[in-house]
């Protein structure tokens, strides 16, 4: 008889914890905007708080949030690197510009050619400089993009429901929408009922 109190007494915690969770996760809809507040209907908050229940997805949420910084944090420091480099190479360019200009004072007659060559050298780093610019970006897009449809699967295959790999703007936007939900539940206290499994 103690066996089956136990169970009852798991089976309420899990059910007070999926209220509560269910509860904050409705309130939480109601901040983003209206339509996404449409697909987000009871039925959806609840089998999302339903996947909370365990702790599994918010151990999952709270190591694919750390990945996500931690990537963006390298990103954004080799992309600072490479402006760096090109500041550098613009300001050695400059010093080499003046140093030929002051080179030809003496010869006035070159200083057309020397200042359109100069001209032309600095025309073709600008562009070099935008072109790895772009690339650079483009490299960062692309990862960014990689690491989503890796947590969209992460997600997915935890049974966490909405998530599913796309690429879609509007159902990558209702996903960060849900995963900042998780992320708020996960700083919160449900109880013991937390712990059950």
């Known amino acids: 008889m103690a066996n089956f109190d136990d169970q009852e007494s798991v089976r309420r915690n899990r059910q007070q ?8 996760l409705t309130r939480l809809a109601r901040e983003v905007p209206a ?3 449409q697909r987000l209907p ?16 918010f151990e999952i949420v709270k190591h694919l949030y750390e990945i996500q910084q931690m990537t963006e ?8 690197q490479l402006v760096n480099t090109h500041k550098v ?25 020397v ?12 562009k070099r400089i935008e072109y790895e610019i772009n690339q650079m ?24 429901h909405g998530f599913y790999c796309t690429s879609n703007p509007q159902e990558v936007k209702l996903q960060m929408y849900v995963l900042k939900f998780i992320l708020k539940l996960s700083s919160m206290d449900f109880g013991s009922a937390n712990a059950v499994t």
Do not use: W
């Not at 914890?17 to 904050?24: C, D, G, I, P, R």
């Not at 999302?48 to 365990?54: K, R, W, Y």
């Not at 140093?99 to 057309?112: A, G, R, T, W």
């Open 17 to 24: 914890t999926h209220y509560a969770m269910l509860s904050e």
């Open 35 to 37: 339509s996404f507040q």
């Open 42 to 57: 009871y039925s959806t908050l609840s089998a999302i708080a339903s996947s909370l229940l365990d702790g599994t997805v």
């Open 73 to 80: 944090r390298k990103l954004m420091e080799q992309r600072a």
């Open 89 to 113: 190479m613009k300001q050695e360019q400059q010093r080499k510009h003046r140093s030929e200009l002051e080179n030809c004072q003496s010869k006035p007659h070159n200083i057309p050619l």
């Open 115 to 126: 200042k359109h060559t100069n001209d032309k050298e600095k025309e073709a780093l600008d």
């Open 137 to 160: 970006d483009e490299r960062i897009l692309l990862e960014l993009d990689q690491r989503c449809t890796e947590q969209q699967t992460t997600l997915e295959k935890a049974g966490v």
